[in-house]
């Protein structure tokens, strides 16, 4: 009877040990924000989704996304601006051969920009994003990648959708875009860098997004970690919009 009792016990600690590297086949879910508000001229904008495209393909990105230890990557994309101003790019998808990274980059490159004259509206951006996350697959992290050239100037700001969305597993990221704005990088580092590990890099205006981008995705999906993330807000008795 004893032997029996434990052969099950075995199989049960098999299944569970079986479920959970099923559970971690997923290493990463990363989804990109990208900004489209008014402040971004059609120039800017080709040079924001070029460069993304290029990003991504490149060698460093897809060596990095294509090493498999760990799982794999699941990638989406969506643009942002005003309140409802929000347009998935690239829905989840698994980055796990070269031809999954270039038919994503594809759809970034020959994806049509639907908004254009709509102010920054950040806090509804990122509550769009928690909810794009109920449908990634489940995964061992989450991390959101936020790109902007500006700071929120329309509806509620990011610390008052962290508190109201599900953010607690989801660690965001920024990628600022210098040029009109003397204020970005300081809003990005005190308002939307959120959760363990999150970082900011700073690219020098539209041209320089490629670069930054690229570097900005290989530390994401090797989880290269530099410094502290910021602290979280209070709770707060703010209510939220309706989205």
């Not at 299944?15 to 924000?33: K, M, N, P």
């Not at 897809?62 to 990557?73: F, H, K, Y």
């Not at 992290?141 to 100037?153: A, E, F, Y």
């Not at 670069?211 to 530390?219: A, G, H, I, S």
Request: glycine content about 6%; some cysteine; overall charge negative.
């Amino acid at each position: 009877m004893v032997k029996v009792n434990a052969a099950k016990l075995a199989l049960m600690l098999s299944a569970l040990v079986f479920a959970d590297q099923a559970q971690a086949s997923c290493r990463l879910a990363l989804l990109l924000a990208i900004d489209v508000s008014s402040s971004v001229s059609p120039e800017e904008y080709a040079l924001q989704q070029d460069g993304l495209a290029a990003a991504l393909m490149s060698d460093d990105v897809s060596r990095a996304i294509l090493n498999s230890s760990g799982g794999e990557v699941s990638f989406a994309v969506y643009e942002w601006s005003g309140r409802y101003q929000q347009s998935v790019v690239v829905d989840w998808t698994t980055l796990n051969t070269k031809a999954s990274i270039e038919h994503a980059a594809a759809k970034i490159s020959t994806h049509k920009r639907r908004f254009a004259r709509y102010p920054t509206s950040m806090g509804f951006s990122l509550g769009y994003g928690a909810k794009l996350f109920e449908n990634a697959p489940t995964c061992s992290r989450k991390v959101m990648d936020v790109s902007g050239d500006g700071i929120n100037n329309d509806g509620f700001g990011p610390r008052m959708a962290y508190h109201h969305f599900p953010f607690e597993d989801v660690t965001v990221n920024g990628l600022v875009i210098e040029g009109s704005d003397p204020d970005v990088e300081w809003f990005y580092e005190s308002n939307v860098l959120w959760g363990h590990g999150a970082f900011l890099e700073v690219a020098q205006g539209f041209e320089d997004f490629e670069r930054t981008m690229t570097r900005k995705l290989y530390r994401e999906i090797s989880n290269i970690m530099i410094g502290q993330a910021p602290p979280q807000p209070r709770s707060s008795d703010a209510s939220l919009p309706r989205l």
